[in-house]
């Protein structure tokens, strides 16, 4: 099996910064894309940023130039740098990856827990 565990979430004022991890272990052959997600209360999951294995990056419209995804491919472990954090900000964060559990076949899609991050206006 695949766990992915995120941490470095909590409350911050407007302005401030957070840095969130995601570190995956168990079963891994190799690790394709990871991404981070949020989801806010009432509010579909959307897209925050993801990084693929080569470390070409995407970023939603709304975090773009605050937000910077980077990773470590040894410990198979994202980050996730946020910097002018805004009230808009605070959702549960997921962490997502797809890991090949094998040498063949296509991987599979894993969610951390969700870390919560709270911005104060």
């Known amino acids: 099996q695949v766990q992915l565990v995120e941490s470095g979430g909590g409350l911050v004022q407007a302005g401030g910064s957070l840095r969130l991890s995601c570190a995956a272990s168990g079963s891994i052959f190799s690790v394709d894309a990871m991404g981070w997600y949020r989801q806010a209360p009432g509010k579909q999951r959307e897209l925050v940023a993801t990084i693929r294995g080569i470390g070409s990056t995407d970023y939603a419209g709304s975090v773009k130039g605050r937000f910077t995804i980077s990773r470590d491919n040894a410990k198979n472990t994202i980050y996730l740098q946020m910097n002018s954090l805004k009230p808009e900000d605070t959702s549960v964060y997921y962490c997502?990856?797809?890991?090949?559990?094998?040498?063949?076949?296509?991987?599979?899609?894993?969610w951390g827990q969700g870390t919560q991050v709270t911005v104060s206006s």
């Open positions: 997502n990856a797809g890991v090949r559990t094998r040498s063949w076949g296509p991987p599979n899609t894993y």
